[in-house]
């Protein structure tokens, strides 16, 4: 195990745990004691039909996207019971560094599916707070492949999904960008296999890892118009220090090898013979499939093909020279356009 | 000193060399002996009016782009003087990891630019073969950058020019993807700040190198319709070892850094004080400004900034999948779509 306060209660908190003992694991193996770690906002009423939930994307935790949440916005606790779930292996919930089951060493830990999230998730919900319905499940990214999951594996359960800047099913060219992403951590120097002993001599790759993000995070025109002025940056080089590697450099390598290989095998059709038509064929849910414009990593192009594969689907992109990274809503614009969306999406009766 | 039989005459061959001594660097410090390797092709007509210059992309030598040559095609050596120069750095010519310059190590080679090398290649021209015009100078990737750089350098000498898939200055968001390749190397286990002892220890970071450019290097569609099947590939993992991995790994990494630095500084408005309009409108030459439509590097829509600066250009976007390395010719209809575009342009007058 090793210490890593950018996990802690006082960074990430405050969240809660809940333990599910002998997990099984989609890819074979089992977590013996797997504690998935989650915040709650607002209050689960009588009915237990206002909950709404957010998993987050890679590199997040519950708190990543808490911003969404408040008085008057879409993501209302005075109305709703908001519930931010931690990834499996995210760092916060049962991860490598963290892990102590003795069964698993740090540099082992076992493949994790999105599968295996989605059904931790669930019971958590059905579990700890008897709920049998889900208003709305939205996530970002490896969110949105979670949301994906949710609309396919419960698709009684899930009245309304927005799966925003991802897809069903990681495209063979998302693959091989992935694939170039873990790279950046396992062929880094002190990766060792996993098998270092601090986060810090693993700097140089985290910080790698930071740069193929911002070439890929944004669009070309953010930097064409130097869009990061806007952001309060005063040059290209600060953006990447202050913004990507400041983000990636307090993280433990071996979480965010966990989160990148579940991203790299997202597969909604894994339900149906690999039949991806099926799998979005088969979800009862109302979804608003959101997209970005300008997204580089999960491109408009490939959601629409997703949305034309769900019965009952709007596809509304979303117009941010932020692209994939627009949902950090750094930009007051793009907050409000995807609340406001979000607001048109809880309006829709089911 | 390395011994890298990967830049061997067996290998790479035959080329020659062409020697500069104290060979003064635009970045500062010189090259005691600067060995410019080089090849040609067809016999320089007593006018001397009959030349081709074709310098070359990123990772490449003289010989990486010899298919362009025959008769029958544009570049026909019985009708033209065709030479292909190297890079300096780039293993072949004064690099790293061959140099017997004792005030060089091979960690501290020199920053060395784009402008070095075209002035290099104009004393090759001018001293070695008494060339004072060329009729056309082409080159694709980093070639496109040195040909920005013969027309805005030499206005008077070149006649016609063909930058393919690349541009005159490079942007921001290249700048960054650029930086993402070279921490593939700077990052990776044994690389040592370029002191290894041989490029097998720097084989994870090669690889690495090479999944990053089988991300950025073709085009989504070539993923989604498979085209790496009508390339001879039985599947995404096999083009990724066979032909990515296969062509860098036996490559120098300090050679490599070398030439991704230069790309990354490319800018042919360091003649005009910053002014890039001033700097393309000097151009004499008649340009055809060749991206690649589904160019992930240097998209079609930079390219096309460029082309509106440029007095006497033609906009000719090269429509396939394969993307920035269409150039490759793996298809016979890419390499021959290119090879009738260059005979367009060599039949314009001047």
Redesign the interface.
């Known amino acids: 195990m090793i210490n890593n306060e950018h996990y802690s209660q006082e960074n990430q908190g405050p969240y809660e745990y809940f333990d599910i003992k002998n997990f099984e694991l989609e890819y074979g193996g089992k977590i013996a004691n797997c504690r998935l770690a989650y915040s709650t906002h607002g209050t689960l009423n009588e009915a237990k039909d206002n909950v709404i939930l957010f998993p987050h994307m890679f590199s997040g935790t519950s708190k990543s996207l808490e911003a969404y949440v408040g008085e008057g916005k879409a993501l209302d606790p005075s109305k709703y019971f908001i519930i931010f779930p931690n990834q499996i292996g995210n760092g916060v919930s049962t991860s490598p560094h963290n892990t102590d089951d003795v069964s698993i060493s740090m540099c082992d830990f076992p493949q994790i599916s999105i599968g295996d999230d989605v059904r931790a998730q669930h019971e958590l919900l059905s579990q700890q707070f008897g709920i049998t319905e889900v208003a709305l499940v939205l996530g970002w990214s490896m969110g949105a492949q979670q949301t994906y999951e949710w609309a396919v594996r419960y698709p009684e359960m899930v009245k309304r999904a927005a799966p925003i800047g991802g897809t069903a099913k990681t495209?063979?060219?998302n693959?091989?960008?992935v694939?170039?992403l873990i790279?950046?951590l396992?062929?880094?120097?002190?990766?060792n296999d996993g098998n270092y002993t601090s986060c810090e001599e693993l700097d140089?790759?985290l910080?790698?890892l930071a740069?193929?993000f911002?070439?890929i995070g944004v669009s070309?025109e953010?930097?064409?118009k130097?869009h990061w002025r806007d952001a309060g940056f005063e040059s290209?080089e600060q953006f990447?220090v202050d913004f990507w590697k400041a983000w990636f450099r307090p993280m433990d390598p071996n979480a965010l090898v966990t989160m990148l290989d579940k991203w790299q095998h997202a597969d909604v059709s894994k339900h149906t013979g690999g039949d991806i038509a099926a799998a979005l064929g088969s979800i009862q849910a109302v979804v608003h499939n959101m997209p970005f414009e300008q997204d580089?990593m999960f491109?408009d192009?490939?959601c629409r093909e997703d949305s034309a594969m769900i019965p009952n689907c709007e596809h509304k992109p979303i117009p941010s020279t932020w692209g994939h990274f627009a949902m950090f809503g750094v930009f007051p614009q793009d907050f409000g356009y995807i609340d406001g969306q979000l607001k048109e999406l809880l309006a829709v009766s089911t």
Do not use: P
Request: negative net charge.
């Open positions: 495209s063979d060219h693959t091989v960008m694939e170039g790279g950046a396992r062929t880094a120097i002190n990766f140089k790759g910080c790698h740069v193929l911002s070439a070309r953010f930097y064409a130097e290209v990447l580089m491109t192009l490939e």
